[in-house]
């Protein structure tokens, strides 16, 4: 009988992936995968480390898993991911429950780690590699869907980013390589593609000398049953003119980025060590609004220094230039990092006050946009089937402007049923808070 291994995936989109890699690495080495825990025999938690609330989260995942060999048929729990490449050692000798520890360089190991775990060794695995982890998957999105990881680590150090110091330096995956992966998963029906990396602006600088965002871009773009391709973590700086217009001409390109501003004020900005001031992002996004291209971002709320002034500046941002899809994050003292030794730093409470403050704000504007939208029309992909009334079909799917699981959703009704990861004109008739309500009109076909 096979051995049947569980996985659990916490984290970022860009560990998603590596989850991915390493059950196409599970399955092509004869283990059965399965969802269920009470059922695995050996169950792997990729972990994320980039806070100290996710390092927690990953460790009581870890202790949960590892009570299924008292109530399951579990005999093995592995940690993989970043908090077993930064604090794996502790790890591995602080949780007994825990059988095998490994890092972000072992992925393509995890066939010997597990056969090694069952055969009774117990063994922290750290390999050091400029590597990237990279290879066949299994996606764990909807099928029309899938993440393209484009480079691994950092160069920016930030001052309140563990990134650099868990994923190292930058590394870019050579373009062929990525186009190669694409073609695959084009042809086992992925339509829309979703370029991830700590900064995907920054994409080809360490291997050829020069960005190759766009060119890149560019190759994507010939694969011919790929529809959209959305661009992630794209840093303001590096936001060119020439990349913009690709954008703009390429219409297999949503009309979407997503820039991690992480704040607009030009001393916080400064602590930071961020590149850019207010001005420059001023400017990026007044350009991007005569462009009609929407953006996303982030904020860190209560970082050092914090004030109620600094707030007001990023909420009259939000409310200058109506940002659609904004995440607001109070900011985490991270030991290791140079922000975690200022001073002036901001009581727990402030930074719930200010998270708060944004979100209103926000709430304000997407109401507006959102009503602004009703009586237009949209092509949507159909990400999945929800229910049928006996009248009318039930779906929920996304327009450009809206990335998986980060964003909103468009609640759509037929008279006809529609196909799952194909897209359709539809009317949008409403808006629910974050989501917009929609009837599909008709199916767009080449």
């Known amino acids: ?74 005999k093995k729990v592995i940690i993989t991911g970043c908090l077993g490449e930064k604090f794996g050692e502790e790890v591995f000798n602080e949780l007994n429950e825990v059988d095998a520890v490994l890092g972000i360089n072992d992925y393509h190991n995890i066939c010997n780690v597990v056969n090694s775990a069952l055969n009774g060794e117990r063994k922290f695995y750290h390999t050091c590699s400029d590597e990237v982890a990279f290879g066949s998957r299994i996606l764990t999105t909807a099928p029309h869907v899938a993440y393209l990881k484009i480079a691994d680590g950092c160069d920016n150090y930030c001052t309140y980013c563990l990134i650099p110091y868990i994923r190292g330096r930058y590394r ?39 960005y190759k965002l766009t060119e890149l871009i560019r190759e994507l773009s010939s694969i011919k049953q790929i529809e959209w391709i959305r661009i992630l973590y794209a840093y303001p700086e590096l936001l060119n003119d020439e990349l913009l217009d690709e954008i703009v001409r390429n219409d297999k390109v949503v009309k979407y980025v997503d820039i991690p501003l992480q704040h607009v004020n030009d001393e916080i900005l400064r602590k930071m060590n961020r590149r850019s001031n207010g001005a420059s992002i001023r400017n990026l996004f007044d350009k991007l609004s005569s462009l009609n291209i929407y953006a996303r971002s982030t904020f860190i ?19 200058a230039y ?52 009703v009586g237009r029309v949209y ?50 008739t409403g808006a629910a808070e974050y989501d917009l309500l929609g009837e599909a009109e008709n199916e767009l076909t080449e």
């Open 322 to 373: 109506k940002l659609r899809n904004v995440g607001f994050f109070p900011y985490s003292r991270e030991e290791g990092t140079a922000a975690a030794k200022y001073d002036n730093q901001v009581s727990q409470r402030e930074k719930n006050k200010y998270v708060e403050k944004l979100y209103n704000a926000q709430y304000r504007v997407l109401t507006e946009l959102n009503q602004k939208d």
């Open 1 to 74: 009988m096979s051995t049947k291994v569980g996985v659990v995936s916490l984290g970022c989109d860009k560990n998603r992936v590596d989850t991915e890699i390493m059950l196409s690495e599970l399955v092509n080495g004869g283990f059965v995968i399965t969802p269920n825990p009470r059922e695995a025999d050996v169950i792997i938690v990729n972990t994320c480390a980039f806070l100290e609330s996710a390092r927690r989260e990953a460790i009581e995942t870890a202790l949960e898993m590892s009570g299924y060999k008292d109530h399951g048929k579990c």
């Open 172 to 210: 870019s995956v050579k373009m062929e390589k990525v186009v190669a992966q694409a073609k695959e998963l084009a042809d086992k029906g992925v339509k829309e593609l979703i370029l991830v990396a700590q900064d995907t602006t920054r994409y080809g600088k360490d291997l050829y000398g020069e």
């Open 301 to 319: 709320c209560g970082f050092p220094f914090e004030t109620n002034a600094t707030i007001e500046e990023v909420e009259r941002f939000l409310f």
């Open 379 to 428: 092509k949507c992909v159909i990400d999945e089937y929800d229910n049928f009334d006996g009248e009318y079909y039930f779906y929920k799917g996304r327009t450009y402007f809206m990335s998986p699981e980060i964003d909103g959703t468009v609640h759509i009704t037929s008279k006809k049923e529609l196909i799952t990861g194909n897209f359709y004109n539809v009317k949008i």
